[in-house]
């Protein structure tokens, strides 16, 4: 079974941090986590590419399999596509009755774009945002490919 309390802290301490010190350091604090700790991702990213993007997220023990994400993840080609169409994160936090931080889904792009950046691959995200009131739905994409040099 997934367990979902560091969400909740991840959460917590978004809001905390921008709280007591600003949007900036939030952004910061994404950065040092993407350098820290995407170590998995990246040493799949150097070894297989795209490949290695596919068996993080879409893999048997794949993050999303893990999470128990709703999504659909592929490689077309030479493009690296992924569908979440219900993110059990920010489920998680409403479902346990807490204030979504206002930017929680931007951590996902702030934490993975580099380090697809890393390996040569240029990588966008669309998150999905409720029109009236712009709090992320859960649902969102992303997509990458090799930079052309």
Known sequence: MFRSDFIEIYNETFTYVDQTWGKEQVHSLWQRISEQFCRQLSGLVEEKGLEGMLEYWGGETG????????????????????????????????EAGSILYDDYCGHCPALYVPVAEKHGFEMKWHIERDSETGECTGRCSWQAWKKNL
């Open 63 to 94: 993050t999303l399999v893990q999470e128990e994400a709703v999504f659909t993840a592929s490689i077309q080609d030479g493009v690296f596509t992924a569908r979440m169409r219900s993110c059990p994160s920010t489920s998680r936090v409403k």
